[in-house]
């Protein structure tokens, strides 16, 4: 769960903590086995998902609002995540990733950081997820829009695409603070992996800069999309952005298999 808000449609989810250590080594002195390491940070606590993408707008759409760079102004607003009954504040978000393909439902993963775990018990939740399972709004590759790929493949034949946004972030620890009282947001990119069947043009040292827009608008069945606070997220990456990386392989008896992955940075 978000901010209290409705709960996100996850299929899996881990939290791990780990501390910040050293081994205590002293010259002319053997291993204290009371005193063996040093602490020199805080915590460290990942909080990692996989979840189902929904068109169904309860209030908001708040099962994915964290997709939106104005909900969190672009990684630098903390969050709170509910997992089970444990509380988990100062959560920011490492990055996100979805894949499309075609007849089957787009999935996505979320790692975030929390600089205010919980540290009571394990507890679980009385959410029902039931009532918020409407099929007609989940979202799958086939009822996906695909705008632009002639910016890249040779043809609009796409089976798979996968979309990862990536922040980098500095946390600022002060005097008489243990936890982190800020963050730096140091950057925000985007990567595109894209599969299909040719390539548009083979890159050279600089890549191949794009024309115009690429990507995938979400849809549902209905040809809703993903919103929030009235705008759409898609998995778009803008004009100005650059072709990295190309391949293309073919088996005995097989298809040609093209791959290229483009890369936007935001900040």
Do not use: W
């Not at 829009?145 to 500095?170: M, P």
């Not at 990507?215 to 209905?222: K, Q």
């Amino acid at each position: 769960m978000l901010d209290g808000s409705e709960p996100i449609l996850a299929t899996k989810v881990g939290v791990d903590f780990s501390t910040k250590n050293q081994v205590k080594r002293q010259l002319g002195a053997n291993i204290d086995a009371g005193d063996q390491l040093r602490f020199n940070g805080d915590v460290d606590c990942k909080i990692g998902l996989d979840f189902l993408v929904s068109t169904r707008d309860d209030g908001g759409n708040d099962f994915v609002n964290f997709l939106f760079d104005s909900f969190h102004n672009t990684g630098q607003n903390s969050m709170i995540l509910n997992v089970g009954g444990n509380i988990y504040n100062s959560c920011f978000i490492d990055s996100f990733s979805l894949t499309v393909r075609p007849f089957e439902t787009v999935m996505g993963n979320a790692t975030f950081s929390s600089y205010d775990p919980s540290d009571s018990v394990l507890t679980g939740a009385n959410t029902l997820l039931d009532t918020h399972l409407y099929t007609n709004d989940v979202v799958y590759g086939h009822n996906c829009l695909l705008s632009g790929a002639g910016n890249v493949v040779a043809s609009d034949i796409i089976n798979e695409l996968s979309y990862t946004k990536t922040y980098s972030r500095t946390p600022i620890y002060t005097l008489g603070s243990q936890q982190a009282t800020s963050q730096i947001v140091d950057g925000v990119e985007v990567d595109v992996n894209v599969q299909s069947t040719g390539l548009n043009q083979l890159i050279d040292f600089s890549g191949n800069k794009l024309s115009s827009d690429f990507g995938v608008g979400l849809r549902d069945v209905g040809g809703s999309g993903v919103t929030y606070s009235s705008s759409n997220f898609d998995l778009i990456v803008n004009s100005g952005a650059h072709v990295v990386a190309e391949g293309y392989s073919v088996d005995g008896g097989g298809t040609l298999v093209t791959k290229a992955t483009i890369k936007e940075v935001i900040l």
